[in-house]
């Protein structure tokens, strides 16, 4: 369809010039026939509730003339006259139940003078739409005595990054060609701090918004990367960094990047990138290479840096090559995903558990040295991603590695060092260790786990997830990496064997530290881990039943019956955790 790619996800934003040539190649494409068959179909999926603004949206445009422009202004400075009456309401509101207190009902109001902004720039009225907008982003800039007003994240009905594309382009269209570049950036600036924690505003989002080209835009390019290399901040970085691939595309990010790498040293990203976009993948790992020894060690970007090293080396055939860089990226950012990385590059268990043992002791080396008062994977202040923040090690971490290499007795003495408590956050691999024991105890594939002991399990993986400082915060993404944990975890858990007195010791381990971890939750009356601490201690129940110790796992429960027996909400969930089954 008009060279849309259909098989990419549909949350993903499509350009608006790229959209609509879609739409008008689709509908020269079409039939009469098959355009009504389409609208049936989309009849079909509206609810019920927008069936008539579906209805509405049918009709034909009216070819009426365009508003006066003076209406729009207007109307928007009469919001902005009643934004200081608004702020004189908070004696009304309760802040901690009403954040946006009397604003609340100006969002709507705003969100059409938006609306009527962005018809201004479909219709071509460049200075029309840069006023509005201008004025639209001043009301977003209004802060009251308590600090409050209306920002452009409480616009949920508005497209901002499109708004502030929109009004980047009007003001580009309506300045003179030699004033360009400096009233850009500094519009550019403007519009970057009404959204500061969300993505920067681009040029490239200026040409997207239309088909219809910049006039003199190699002139303002030309321009624009002179008064950016005299800054030196990250938002001027990324700038440049842009309208160099735009204006000279993977030479000029060649040349910035090799001549000042220490100063603009994503310009390798942006170069590989563009490289990968090509589809040459010997381009690509000759240049990460070049990259690689030119950077420092120990920087964190090395590891992008490397996964494009990895991917390239992947499609030419040169495994090896991909070891290597699956090293390089776990060692400049020790993260669990660039660990399950380093051992999906090898393709026996064998080899995977060597490597692993490595990556432990790297880490082992990497836990005494002194750590960097970030300790987190935070992105940096002006980044809008986690590439360069330093990635801690941490015990979960190395807990991982350790079992992951077929190595409990290291894994056991890490774990043996910590507390009891604080197995769901923090840094404590206990909540990893003793599950997974327990797992390993069983003997039994991980698809027929007794019901407490794959409940436990499933935490472990949960928080163990979370293992090196990397959690994403987005569902689909922590999804992912716990699947792929636990796929790990189903090839070295069964690699790992024992012999009964190492089978026994591990039993006494796993009880003592349960035993010590269920008192401490219900003696001091953490209500709300009773749940947790019901689980565990009947998934060691079900442990010793499966051992043929039906009567040890049964005075197990029923001592903690009787020393918890005034504590009902633990009864309840103990009762809960054991059910009604037998015991085995």
């Known amino acids: 369809m008009s060279g849309v790619d259909l098989s990419q996800s549909p949350s993903e934003k499509l350009p608006l010039h790229v959209f ?24 079909g999926r509206i609810r019920p509730s927008e069936r008539l603004a579906f209805l509405q949206s049918l009709h ?36 901690e139940t009403d954040p946006l207190g009397p604003y609340a009902e100006l969002l709507e109001p705003l969100s059409s003078l938006f609306i009527r902004a962005q018809e201004a720039s479909e219709r071509g009225q460049s200075a029309l739409a840069r006023n509005a907008y201008h004025a639209l982003f001043s009301l977003l800039e209004f802060e009251d005595p308590r600090g409050q007003g209306l920002r452009a994240e409480h616009l949920s009905q508005v497209d901002f990054p499109e708004a502030r594309a929109r009004y980047l382009r009007a003001v580009y269209l309506t300045t003179p060609p030699e004033q360009r570049a400096p009233v850009l950036l500094q519009q550019l600036r403007r519009v970057r701090s ?69 100063r603009h040293p994503r310009a390798f990203l ?12 010997q381009d690509v790992l000759t240049t990460a290479r070049e990259a690689l020894a030119i950077l420092p060690s120990g920087l964190p970007l090395r590891a992008a840096i ?43 268990e064998p080899e995977r558990a060597q490597v692993l043992r490595e990556a ?50 290291p894994a056991q003495a890490l774990a043996a060092k910590e507390s009891a408590l604080g197995w769901t956050y923090g840094d404590n691999p206990q909540g990893l260790v003793v599950p997974a024991f327990l797992v390993l105890l069983s003997r039994q594939p991980l698809e027929l786990l007794p019901r407490n002991v794959d409940r436990l399990w499933h935490q472990a993986l949960e928080s163990g997830a979370q293992a090196g400082d990397w959690y994403s915060g987005e569902a689909r993404h922590d999804e ?37 971890r269920v008192s401490s939750i219900v003696s001091r009356q953490h209500r709300r881990s009773y749940g947790k601490a019901a689980v ?8 010793l039943w499966l051992l043929g110790e039906q009567a040890r796992g049964n005075l197990l429960l029923a001592g903690f019956r009787e020393s918890f027996r005034r504590h009902r909400a633990f009864q309840a969930e103990l009762d809960e955790a054991v059910g009604s089954a037998p015991p085995r």
């Open 20 to 43: 609509r040539e879609a739409v008008e190649a689709r509908l020269e494409a079409c039939s009469i026939e098959e355009l009504r068959s389409i609208l049936r179909s989309l009849a």
């Open 60 to 95: 034909a445009p009216p070819d009426s003339e365009a508003p006066p422009p003076h209406a729009l202004l207007d109307d928007i400075s009469d919001l902005a006259h009643a934004l200081p009456e608004k702020a004189k309401e908070w004696e009304d509101f309760w802040p």
């Open 194 to 262: 009404l959204l500061p924690r969300g993505p920067r505003p681009l040029v490239q989002e200026w040409l997207d918004i239309s088909s219809e080209p910049l006039p003199d835009f190699d002139l303002f390019l030309r321009d624009h990367v002179a008064l950016l290399r005299e800054r030196n901040d990250p938002d001027a970085d990324v700038w440049l960094r842009e309208a160099i691939r735009l204006s000279q595309g993977t030479r000029g990010l060649r040349a910035l990047a090799f001549s000042e790498p220490g």
């Open 270 to 281: 942006d170069l590989l990138t563009a490289l990968e976009r090509e589809g040459t993948p």
């Open 306 to 348: 490397a996964g494009f090293l990895a991917s390239a080396a992947g499609r030419l055939g040169q495994p090896d090559t991909v070891r290597a860089a699956r090293w390089e990226a776990f060692v400049s950012q020790p993260t669990l995903p660039r660990l399950l990385d380093l051992r999906d590059a090898l393709p026996s």
């Open 360 to 409: 432990a002791r790297h880490l082992e080396s990497a836990l005494q040295k002194p750590r960097a008062p970030s300790g987190s994977m935070a992105a940096l202040p002006g980044a809008d991603d986690r590439l360069e923040a330093p990635a801690h090690a941490d015990h979960r971490l190395l807990a991982q590695a350790w079992l992951l290499a077929h190595e409990w007795e």
């Open 480 to 516: 992912a990496l716990r699947e792929r944990l636990a796929r790990a975890y189903a090839g070295a858990l069964p690699a790992l064997e024992l012999e009964p007195p190492e089978r026994e010791r591990l039993v006494e381990w796993c009880l003592e530290v349960a035993r010590k």
């Open 536 to 543: 565990l201690l009947a998934a060691c129940a079900e442990i």
